[in-house]
Nanobody, 121 residues
Framework: QVQLVESGGGLLQPGGSLRLSCAAS????????MGWYRQAPGKQRDWVAT???????NYADSVKGRFTISKDNTKKTVYLQMNSLKPEDTAVYYC???????????????WGQGTLVTVSS
């Protein structure tokens, strides 16, 4: 069974920093891209950042310059370093893996369970 497990959420004050982690497990041959999305209370889920298998990154304008996405291929883990956090960054953050190729040669899109980040003074 292929799954994503996020960690690293918490409560912190504006201006603080936090690093989220997302580890993929299961029988995986490859992953085309991994990304982070977030959903604030009462709002839709929004895209935050993506990193491709080749290491290319893209960011939503709202987080550009403050957030950094990276990965460790050996650990099948993607990270989201969040700096200069603002109250409007408060949300449940979800990890996503696009076009996960399993050992059975199936392609799957996988979501993690989410981790809550609260930025408040």
């Amino acid at each position: 069974q292929v799954q994503l497990v996020e960690s690293g959420g918490g409560l912190l004050q504006p201006g603080g920093s936090l690093r989220l982690s997302c580890a993929a497990s299961g029988s995986i041959r490859s992953i085309d891209a991994m990304g982070w999305y977030r959903q604030a209370p009462g709002k839709q889920r929004d895209w935050v950042a993506t990193i491709t298998s080749g290491g290319s990154t893209n960011y939503a304008d709202s987080v550009k310059g403050r957030f950094t996405i990276s990965k460790d291929n050996t650990k099948k883990t993607v990270y989201l370093q969040m700096n200069s956090l603002k109250p409007e960054d408060t949300a449940v953050y979800y990890c996503n893996a696009e076009r996960v190729l399993t050992e059975n040669y199936r392609y799957l899109d996988i979501w993690g369970q989410g981790t809550l980040v609260t930025v408040s003074s």
